[in-house]
C-alpha cells in the first residue's frame, strides 16, 4: 500500500481545518460590546480600584449559622446530584481522551470436539492480541477531547455557582427564621397591649365610664392579635421548615434559631463590570459551554476528512494449551487503512451546519447571561439604595406611631377623644413596627443577593480555583 500523500492533498487539507475558526477570548469578547461600562450605574460613590470581598459568610459572626451551611454542603440533596454531575463528566471526558490512544484487545478460545467415524477427539485453542489505533491526523479527536473537557469545566463552574447559591438561601432561610420569630413577637406584644386595653375599658364600662361599643371594638381588637399569632406562629413553622429542608434533613420544624437581625448599613466594595465575568460561576459556565461548542463544530468539520487508522494482530492456534504464542506457530498482521466519505447524501455537511448553528446560539446564550448577571447587580444596589432610605424614615415613623398610640390612649382616658382615634393609632404603630422588621430583613436578603450577583464567594478562595 502506498502511504505517501500526494501535496494537493494535503494543502487542502490544511485548508480545510484553517476553515475551522476559534473563538476570542472572554476579554475580547467583552471589548467588543459597545454598552459595557467602567462603573455600576447606581452607585455613583464606587471606588474603582475596591476588590470584591471574599469570605463574606465570616461577617455574620454566628457559630449556628456556620454549622448549618456546613450540614447543608454536605448533606442537601440538590448540591449532592450537582456533585455526581461534575463526576460523570468526569469519567466523559476520560473516556473521550481514551480515543487518542491505542486500543489493545487480548482474547482466547478453546474448542474439544468428537467424530464417531473413527472415534477421535479433537482439541483446538487459540489467542489473539489485537492492538488498533486511529492516527489523530487532522485533529479530530483532539477536537472531541477539548469538547468534554470544556463540558466537565462548565459543570464545575455550575456546581460552584450552586454551591455559592445554596449557602445563599440557608442564610437566607436563617434570616428568615429570625423575621418571623420577631414579627410573632411583636403580635404577641400586641396581644398583651389589647388585653391590657380590654381590661381597663371594660372596668370604665362597669364604672359607666366607657361605651359597650368601646368594649366591643376591644374585644375584636384582641382576636385580631390572636388570629394574627396564629398565623404568624405557622409562618414561623413553615419557615424553619424551609430551613431544615435546604440543610437535607427531615421537616420536623423544632430547629431552634437565637439571633437578632443586624443592621446593614455599610457599603460592600463591588469591584469593576468587567471583572464579573471571570469571577461569577455561573458567566464562566456560559462561556465554557461557548468554547465547548466550537470544539463541536471543529469537530464536525473534521468528520469530513480521510481517518487513517493502523491494526495489528498476533495469533496462534494449537492443539494444546501449553503450546500457544510458541515463537514457531505465531501468525502476525499489520494492516493500514484509510477511509473518506464520498456520499452520504450530505449528512455530514448538514452536521457541520448544526454545530456552526449551535456556536451562534451559544453566543447569544452566554450575551444573554452576561446582561443577566449585570441587570442582577445594579438591581441590588438599586434595591439596596431604596431600602436604606425607607428604613430612615421607617425607623422615625416607628417612633412617632408608638408615642401617639400611647398618647391617644391617656386622651382616650381623659375623655379628649373616642375609641376609634385610639385603634387608629395603634393600627399605625403597628404597622410601623412590622415595617422596621420587615425592611431590615429586606436589607439583610438584598446584601445575600448582592454578594451573590456580584461573585463574591462565601470562604476565602482556594488555590485550585486561583489557578483555574
Known amino acids: 500500500m502506498n502511504w505517501q500523500l500526494k501535496p494537493s492533498i494535503v494543502a487542502l487539507s490544511v485548508l480545510f481545518i484553517g476553515a475551522c475558526t476559534t473563538q476570542p477570548t472572554q476579554q475580547e469578547r467583552v471589548q467588543q460590546l459597545d454598552t459595557l461600562p467602567t462603573s455600576w450605574q447606581q452607585d455613583s460613590t464606587q471606588k474603582l480600584d475596591e476588590a470584591v470581598a471574599d469570605n463574606w459568610l465570616q461577617q455574620l459572626e454566628n457559630p449556628q449559622v456556620y454549622a448549618l451551611v456546613g450540614q447543608a454542603l454536605r448533606h442537601n440533596q440538590a448540591i449532592l446530584q450537582a456533585g455526581y454531575d461534575v463526576a460523570i463528566k468526569q469519567q466523559q471526558l476520560i473516556a473521550t481522551g481514551a480515543a487518542l490512544w491505542p486500543s489493545l ?102 364604672q359607666g365610664l366607657s361605651e359597650a361599643l368601646d368594649v366591643y371594638l376591644t374585644r375584636n381588637k384582641l382576636n385580631t392579635e390572636r388570629s394574627n399569632i396564629a398565623q404568624q406562629q405557622a409562618t414561623l413553622t413553615e419557615s424553619i421548615r424551609t430551613l431544615e429542608r435546604l440543610t437535607g434533613v427531615y421537616p420536623k420544624g423544632a430547629l431552634s434559631v437565637d439571633a437578632d437581625l443586624p443592621l446593614l448599613d455599610k457599603p460592600i466594595p463591588k469591584g469593576l463590570p468587567s471583572e464579573l465575568l471571570t469571577r461569577k460561576p455561573n458567566l464562566m459556565a456560559s462561556w465554557y459551554q461557548l468554547l465547548s461548542t466550537d470544539a463541536g463544530l471543529a469537530y464536525a468539520h473534521k468528520q469530513r476528512f480521510p481517518s487513517l487508522n493502523l491494526s495489528a494482530s498476533l495469533s496462534d492456534s494449537t492443539d494444546r494449551i501449553s503450546d500457544l504464542f510458541s515463537p514457531s506457530s505465531l501468525a502476525w498482521s499489520l494492516v493500514g487503512s484509510i477511509a ?43 434595591q439596596e439604595q431604596s431600602l436604606q432610605q425607607r428604613y430612615k424614615t421607617t425607623l422615625e415613623a416607628q417612633t412617632n406611631a408608638i408615642a401617639a398610640e400611647k398618647l391617644s390612649f391617656e386622651q382616650y382616658q381623659s375623655g379628649l377623644v373616642n375609641y376609634t382615634t385610639v385603634l387608629d393609632a395603634q393600627d399605625r404603630s403597628f404597622s410601623a413596627q412590622n415595617s422596621v422588621i420587615n425592611i431590615k430583613s429586606q436589607l439583610i436578603l438584598n446584601r445575600i443577593k448582592l454578594h451573590v450577583a456580584l461573585g463574591g464567594d462565601f470562604s476565602e478562595p482556594n488555590r485550585e480555583s486561583e489557578e483555574q
Do not use: H
Open 105 to 206: 484487545d487480548l482474547s482466547a478460545r478453546t474448542n474439544r470436539s468428537k467424530n464417531n467415524r473413527p472415534v477421535s477427539y479433537n482439541n483446538t485453542s487459540s489467542a489473539d492480541l489485537s492492538l488498533s489505533y486511529e492516527v489523530d491526523l487532522w485533529g479530530k479527536l483532539t477536537a472531541a477531547e477539548r469538547q468534554a473537557n470544556l463540558e466537565y469545566l462548565a459543570q464545575k463552574a455550575t456546581f460552584e455557582q450552586s454551591r455559592q447559591q445554596l449557602v445563599a438561601d440557608v442564610v437566607s432561610g436563617w434570616f428568615n427564621v429570625i423575621t418571623a420569630q420577631q414579627l410573632l413577637a411583636l403580635y404577641k406584644q400586641r396581644e398583651q397591649i389589647a388585653e391590657q386595653n380590654l381590661a381597663i375599658i371594660e372596668s370604665g364600662y362597669r
Open 340 to 382: 473518506m466519505p464520498v456520499f452520504d447524501g450530505g449528512r455530514l455537511a448538514a452536521n457541520e451546519q448544526q454545530a456552526s448553528l449551535a456556536v451562534k446560539r451559544q453566543e447569544q446564550a452566554y450575551l444573554e447571561s452576561l446582561y443577566d448577571a449585570f441587570t442582577d447587580v445594579e438591581n441590588a444596589i438599586t
